[in-house]
Structure formats: structure tokens, C-alpha cells
């Protein structure tokens, strides 16, 4: 993806630039061509409020995944994982019983890749915020609520027409080395 077609602002600015430079200079027909440039800036407009890229569409899976995390609904949870992939929604079960996600988690650093055929993608970004150990022999690095900073790489495949999350590895969030996804770090 390039900043042109991701980003339709660098577009906008040109179009209602150009009108103007031909408003100002007085072309001829300048009414006329300015009125199409503006007119051109607000189909643009239009289309960027409808059209979600993939990584837009990534990014909006994410986040719903972190609501369901926080909502602790293990239902919706396994909506976002990949049908065979079953390990990773054990994981999932596991990673709610032992602690409760606080609104305050936040998703930050967010970077997907998608593959050449539009059917994968490679997610990294960063979790960060507060839970809470569900039991007294769960320790965070402490006792009761606790914030962690978590770093993720995860793989998106497309399934049914919506991206699923089919790996997810966690990173020490400073030397991004694996550690275990339920570890204590």
C-alpha cells in the first residue's frame, strides 16, 4: 500500500489546491475547472468514507478482538480465530480464566502486511494496559490489578469473506524475542 491510495488526504489537498491556483489565475473557464476539481475532492471524500482497505479492516478485527478480551465473552473471542485452529482458542480460554482485560488496554504500534493475493496478513502491534489476576495464585509482577506492555506478531488469513487471526506469537516488548504467550513477563 502507498501513502496515495491509504492515506486519500495527500489526494484531497492536491485537488482543492489545483482549484484554487485556477480560481486565482482566473483561467479560462477557470469557474468551470475549479468547480470539477472541487467536485472531484468530494467524490474522493465520499469514496474514502465507504471503501475500507484491508489493513483498515484488519485494524477494525483487532480492536473488536480487544473488546471481546475485555467484555470476557470467550464466544465472540473464538469469532475472531481461525475454525481449525483450535490450540489458539485453548490459549484464549486459558489467558481468561487466569485474568480479567481492563478497558484501559489499548492497542498501539499497529503494522499489517498483506500478502500479494489479498488472502494473508502479518499483524504486529503492541497491548498495553491494565488486568487483573483472577486468583490469589496468579502473579503479574505483584498483586491485584497490574498494567503489563504486551508486543504481538500475529497471522490474519481471510475466511468466509473476513480476516481471522490463525498465529499469534507474543514478544518481550523490548528485545522482541518469543516468549510464552501466557508467561508472567
Not at 35 to 56: M, N
Given at each position: 500500500m502507498n501513502g496515495i491510495t491509504e492515506n486519500s488526504l495527500v489526494t484531497l489537498v492536491l485537488l482543492?489546491?489545483?482549484?484554487?491556483?485556477?480560481?486565482?489565475?482566473?483561467?479560462?473557464?477557470?469557474?468551470?475547472?475549479?468547480?470539477?476539481?472541487?467536485?472531484?475532492?468530494?467524490?474522493?471524500?465520499?469514496?474514502?468514507?465507504?471503501?475500507?482497505?484491508?489493513?483498515?479492516?484488519l485494524e477494525a478485527r483487532l480492536h473488536g478482538l480487544r473488546s471481546a478480551f475485555v467484555s470476557d465473552d470467550i464466544e465472540l473471542v473464538h469469532t475472531f480465530v481461525a475454525e481449525e485452529c483450535e490450540e489458539l482458542r485453548v490459549v484464549a480460554e486459558q489467558a481468561l480464566d487466569l485474568v480479567q482485560i481492563a478497558p484501559t488496554m489499548s492497542i498501539r504500534s499497529y503494522e499489517a502486511q498483506i500478502s500479494a493475493d489479498g488472502q494473508s496478513a502479518d499483524v504486529n502491534f503492541r497491548a498495553n494496559g491494565g488486568v487483573t489476576p483472577r486468583s490469589s495464585d496468579v502473579t503479574i509482577s505483584g498483586f491485584g490489578a497490574q498494567h503489563v506492555a504486551t508486543r504481538w506478531s500475529t497471522h490474519w488469513i481471510r475466511e468466509a469473506d473476513n480476516w481471522v487471526l490463525d498465529r499469534a506469537t507474543r514478544l518481550d516488548p523490548l528485545s522482541g524475542q518469543e516468549i510464552g504467550t501466557l508467561s508472567a513477563d
Open positions: 482543492v489546491g489545483a482549484a484554487a491556483v485556477v480560481l486565482i489565475l482566473r483561467v479560462r473557464r477557470g469557474k468551470l475547472i475549479g468547480g470539477g476539481l472541487i467536485l472531484a475532492a468530494v467524490l474522493v471524500w465520499g469514496l474514502d468514507s465507504v471503501v475500507e482497505s484491508p489493513a483498515e479492516q
